[in-house]
């Protein structure tokens, strides 16, 4: 089965500090076996709609043998090995997807507001136009009280972070403003991790 | 206050009270990915298992021979000042 894998620089697992074995030039990376029973101890990989929930430096096309079995945002094999790097994974697509996932928080905040008649508020947000300026925008909104401040607060911290260059915690950020964006839901955050993901799968072709 | 549990998110708060459990692999697999989950965009909860991992490592290293002379009876006055409550730490 073809899955994708995040990794830190150098093919490292980032949770395990294993090091994977590359693609050479006779084509794919070697297997590598799993430790132990699945699925605590397999070798884990993601579906194109789990992209978001394990954002890293390298993303990695992957193939896991069966049995391969379902878990929570991801998939487990009993073996796998790394097929190719996806090369359009890199810092600057990393700062676009966090730029997308940032306008996505202040569409939802405009929409947000708007519901609860703050036009003045998601007029301001919603005629603003480049990262900076909506970085400033979000600050000022954000010292301001009740859901602008919220939603405002959540946006300038998105912003915060990608111009920090911390993609992945722009991302997570966005998604958790879907949160109050619908009145405290928590499955919006799960839903809002998912569009991330097609997003995110859309802009790579995969 | 009840506490919200979103099976794709977990508290940096969590994880500290999880982090021993999990560098010791005795969580179930739902936490396990949660706080991988976690680990994936918090940067300061990574370097904070780095940490962790590393005292634990090097710990491990010491053994009673490796204590320098007087440093086992300063210990065990700390401990037992400490137990009493008087906090001779030195």
């Known amino acids: 089965m073809i899955a994708y894998k995040f990794l830190s620089p150098g093919a490292v697992a980032p949770f395990t500090g294993f090091h994977w074995p590359v693609p050479g030039p006779s084509g794919a990376g070697a297997w590598v076996e799993a430790p132990d029973e699945l699925p605590l101890h397999g070798i884990h990989a993601c579906r194109v709609a789990d992209l978001a929930f394990w954002l890293d430096t390298e993303l990695w096309r992957t193939e896991l043998a069966d049995p391969v079995v379902d878990a929570q945002r991801q998939i487990v094999g009993s073996r796998g090995r790394l097929l190719e790097r996806i090369s359009g994974w890199d810092e600057g697509m990393a700062r676009t997807f966090a730029e997308a996932c940032a306008w996505r928080a202040r569409d939802r905040a405009v929409a947000a507001l708007r519901g609860s008649a703050l036009d003045a508020e998601a007029d301001l947000l919603a005629g603003t136009s480049g990262i900076s300026r909506l970085r400033s925008v979000s600050h000022a909104l954000a010292a301001h009280g009740g859901l602008p401040a919220a939603l405002a607060g959540y946006l300038a911290e998105t912003i915060d972070f990608l111009l920090a260059g911390d993609s992945a915690c722009s991302a997570y950020i966005s998604a958790r403003s879907a949160v109050v964006a619908e009145g405290g839901q928590e499955s919006a955050f799960g839903a809002e991790r998912e569009e991330q993901s097609s997003l995110l799968a859309g802009r790579l072709g995969l | ?90």
């Open chain 2, 1 to 90: 206050m009840s506490v919200i549990v979103n099976p794709d998110d977990l508290s940096c708060k969590e994880l500290v009270e999880l982090v021993t459990d999990y560098a010791e692999d005795r969580l179930p697999p739902s936490v396990r990915t949660r706080l991988e989950m976690h680990l994936s965009y918090c940067a300061p909860c990574r370097v904070y298992l780095a940490q962790m991992r590393e005292t634990v490592r090097l710990a491990g290293r010491l053994s009673e021979e490796t204590l320098p002379p007087g440093s086992k009876e300063q210990l065990l006055r700390a401990f037992r000042g400490w137990k009493r409550g008087q906090g001779d730490a030195g």
